[in-house]
C-alpha cells in the first residue's frame, strides 16, 4: 500500500462573494505525479496556495501523512514537508544562487556567519542526486529561465520537501527546458517525492502525470487516471463542453471595401520600416496577415491605429482618408483594435473592469455630462458587458489587473466589439490564454466577420492565422510578397513564404523537398 | 607650517566632520537595504544633537569626559526612539516613504528648538558644552613614523571607530544570516515571506539601526564640532550622508569612503585657509562647497547607481 501524502478534504475557499474553491477533494500518493487540470481562473492557484500555508481555507481540512493538519503559514507547510515552485519565480535577482537557495535556512555558527563552504557542499551533493544542474556562484539575475526554476525546485529540496507543487511550470520554458522538467519530475518521483503541477497543456499532461484532477469554476469535476484518458476527454472536460474545432464560416461575397491602404510607407530613423505597402480588407472578411516578428506587422499596427505617422501613402477606411489623423480620429471612424500587449497596452491595471471598459466612450455621452463621469451609467453599461461576453469577475469595481489573462483579453475584446466597428484589428487575441478563452475568442472575430465585418488579423501563429482567415497575406521586410489561399497552402510553404521567398519560389523549393 | 602638520591638520579636520556622516550614512544604508528609504536622517541626527547635548550639559559637572561619550549613546537611543515614528508610519500605517521622511525633518528642527527655549529661558540655543569630544593622539600608534603622525596625532578617536564599525558593518552585511534576511526583504519581501521570513520584524530593525546610527552621529556632531545645541546644529549633514550612501551604493564600506569624501568637503572651510594657494580664495566659496558637491555627486550618481529592488515599496500580504 502506498503512502497518501497530502489529502485534501472538502476544501473551501470564499473571497467575498466569490466562491474560488467549492468543496474540493484530492489525494496526492508517494512517488506520484498529479496534474490539476483548469482553465484560468478555475481555482487551482489558490487551491495550492491553500495547501502551501499562503492562504486559510474557508472550511474543509487536510491529511498530511494521514493525519489532520492546519497550515496557517508558510512555515507550517514547510515543516510539513510541503514545498511550493511559484508561477512566477519567489527569487531575489540580487543575490546568489546559492544564497537563495539557503534564504531563511542558512547553516550559521552561533554569532550568525554563514557556513557558505558547508552549504555549498550539502547542495552540491543534492544536486548530484537529483540531477538539477545548478550554478551556486552566478546572480540568479544572470540565469536562465530553466536555471532559475531549478533554483526554486532546490530551494523546496534543500527544506526536506516530499510534496513538491508546481504552478503553470512550463509557462515561461523553451522546448528544451520543458523537456528537462519532465525528466526531472520523473525522476523526482522515483526518489519517492510527491508531485503536483498546475497547468492548463494537456499534452504535458499526457508526457508525465500520473493523475489527473480536473477542475472547473473552482469544482472538482473528476479526477482520472492519465493513461485512461483521451487528450480530448480532457479538454472538454476542462472547459466543460464539446470545443468546437471547426469554426462556422458562411461565405463571404465580395462586399463593400472597408480599409484601402495605398503605396504605405512608414520610416523610422531613416529606415523604412513598411515600404510601398497595399492592403485591402473588405466587408465580411478576415485577412490574415503572417510573417516572423519584426518584419513591418508592429509599424503597421501602430499606423492603422493612428499611433503613430506615416511617411507616405494612404490609408482610407470607408472612403475616408485617414492617415496621420489622430487616434481618436480613427476610434470615430470604427476601428476597433485589440493589441499585442493587452497588460501594457490594451488596459490600465490598476483602474477598474468598469473604467477599462468605458476607455473608448468616457469623453461623451452618456458616459459623460459637462466634464462629469456618470459612473451609475459606466458601471451598469459595464454590468452589461461582463455578462454578455462572459467576463469572470467578483464584480466591476475590481481592478482588471487581479483578473486571469484570459478574462483581461475578453474586456478587451468586449470594449472593442460591443461599439460596432467596422473594421477590427486583432493582433495575436490569444496570446498566453488557455483553450477555452482561445475557443472563445475565435468565436467572436468569426461572429463579427459573419455579421459583416472587415478583420484584419496579425499573429505568429500559423495554426491560427490558416484556422480563422479568407486570405492570407504575408508580409515580409515591410512589404507584402504575397497572397496565399489559407484552404491550399501548406503551413510548410507559408513558412517559406514568411522567410523571405516569393511564392514562384517558394513552389520549386517545396516540389524539390517532397522529392 | 612643515607639509606633515598641513596634512595632519587636513586629516584630521576632515576626520572630525566625517565622523557624524559615517554613521549617519551606514544607518542609511542599513534602513534602505530593509527596503524603507530613509530621507528622514537629518531628523534623527537632529533628535541625536538635542537630546545628548542636553545630556552633556546636565551630567558633564559630575561625570567630566565620561559625559560626552554616554551622550553619544544617550543621541543613538533617541534617535532610534525617534525613528520608530517613521517604522511605525511606513511599515505598519504603509505610508509613504520619502513622506514620513520629510515629516521627521519638519517634526525634529521645531520640537527640539520649541524645547530647548522652554529648558534655556526662551533662547534659540543651549550654551556651550564646556567637555567635547575634541581630538586626542593615540599613544601607540602615533610612534608609526611619519603616518604616525598624519594619521593618528590630534586626531578624532570616534571617527576612527566610525570606520570600524563600517568595517564590521560589511562583515555583517554579507556574511551573517541575520543581514541576509534584512537584504532579502529589501529586495523582494514576498520571496522572503514564502521562505519564513518576518518582512516587518526585519524592516524594523533595518529602522531601529538607521535611527540609532543616526541619532549617534547627530550626537557625534554636537559633542565635537557645534559643542553646542541650536537650529543650525544640524544642517543639511542628514542628506549628506544620504548622498554618500547612494554615492557608496548602498555598501558600509563605500558609504563610509564616500562620507569621509563628504566630511573632506564639509572641513574645506577650515582648512581652505593651510593649504598653500588656496588661502587667498574668497571663503564663501569653502562654505558652500560641500552643498555644491553633494548636489552635483548625486545628479551625477543617483541614476546609476542601482539600489536595492524594493526600496521604498510597501509589502502588502495578501490574505
Known sequence: MVQTVVEMQHITKKFGNLIANNDVSLKVHQGEILALLGENGAGKSTLMSILSGLLQPTSGKILINDRIVSIKDPQTAKALGIGMVHQHFMLIPAFSVLENIILGDEPHNYLGKIKYIQAKQIIKQMAQRYHLQLDLDAKVADISVGMQQRVEIMKALYRKADVLIFDEPTAALTPQEIKELMQTFRILASENKAIIF????????????????????????????????????????????????????????????????????????????????????????????????????????????????????????????????????????KVGYVPEDRQAEGLILSMSVAENLALKEYYHAPMNHRGILNYKYINSFAQNLVKNYGIRTQNVYETVASLSGGNQQKVIIAREIQN?????????????????????????????????????????ELDEILKLSDRVMVIHDGQIIGEVDPKTITAQKLGLMMAGKKIGSVQQEVTKSEL | MSLTTILMTIISTTLVYSAPLIFTALGGTFSERSGVINVGLEGMMIVGAFCSTIFTLNLAPRLGILAAWLALLIGGICGCLFSLLHAVATINLRADHIISGAVLNMIAPAVCVFLTRIFYNGKGQTPVINQGLGTSTINGLKQIPILGKILFTQTSIIAWIAIIIAVICWYVLYRTAFVLHLRSVGENPAAADTL????????????????????????????????????????????????????????????????????????????????????????????????????????????????????????????
Request: hydrophobic share 45%; glycine share 10%; net charge positive.
Open chain 1, 420 to 460: 460596432n466597428p467596422d473594421l477590427l484589428i486583432a493582433a495575436n487575441p490569444t496570446r498566453g490564454v488557455d483553450v477555452g478563452a482561445i475557443e472563445y475568442i475565435h468565436r467572436k472575430i468569426i461572429q463579427e466577420r459573419n455579421q459583416g465585418k472587415g478583420i484584419l488579423l496579425v499573429s505568429f
Open chain 2, 196 to 319: 519564513g521570513i518576518n518582512v516587518d520584524y526585519y524592516r524594523y530593525w533595518g529602522v531601529l539601526l538607521s535611527g540609532f546610527l543616526g541619532g549617534l552621529g547627530g550626537a557625534v556632531m554636537a559633542q565635537s564640532i557645534t559643542l553646542n545645541f541650536s537650529v543650525s546644529t544640524i544642517s543639511g549633514q542628514g542628506f549628506m550622508a544620504l548622498a554618500a550612501m547612494i554615492f557608496g551604493k548602498w555598501d558600509p564600506i563605500g558609504s563610509m569612503a564616500a562620507a569621509v569624501f563628504f566630511g573632506l568637503a564639509q572641513s574645506l572651510p577650515i582648512i581652505g585657509a593651510y593649504i598653500p594657494g588656496l588661502s587667498h580664495i574668497n571663503s564663501v566659496w569653502f562654505q558652500v562647497a560641500p552643498y555644491l558637491i553633494t548636489v552635483i555627486v548625486l545628479a551625477i550618481f543617483f541614476g546609476r547607481s542601482v539600489g536595492p529592488a524594493a526600496d521604498g515599496k510597501n509589502y502588502i500580504k495578501s490574505k
Open chain 1, 198 to 333: 498546475i497547468t492548463h497543456k494537456i499534452k504535458e499532461i499526457k508526457e508525465v502525470a500520473d493523475y489527473c484532477t480536473i477542475i472547473r469554476s473552482g469544482k472538482v469535476i473528476e479526477t482520472v487516471k492519465v493513461s485512461q484518458a483521451g487528450e480530448e476527454q480532457l479538454a472538454e472536460m476542462m472547459v466543460g463542453r464539446k470545443l468546437q474545432n471547426n469554426v462556422q464560416k458562411q461565405p463571404v461575397k465580395q462586399q463593400k471595401l472597408i480599409l484601402n491602404v495605398k503605396q504605405l510607407t512608414v520610416q523610422n530613423n531613416g529606415r523604412s520600416k513598411i515600404l510601398n505597402l497595399n492592403l485591402q480588407v473588405h466587408q465580411g472578411e478576415i485577412v490574415g496577415l503572417a510573417g516572423v516578428d519584426g518584419n513591418g506587422q508592429e509599424e503597421l499596427l501602430a499606423a492603422l491605429t493612428g499611433m503613430n505617422k506615416v511617411t507616405s501613402g494612404s490609408i482610407q477606411l470607408n472612403g475616408q482618408e485617414l492617415a496621420n489623423q489622430s487616434v481618436r480620429k480613427f476610434v470615430e471612424s
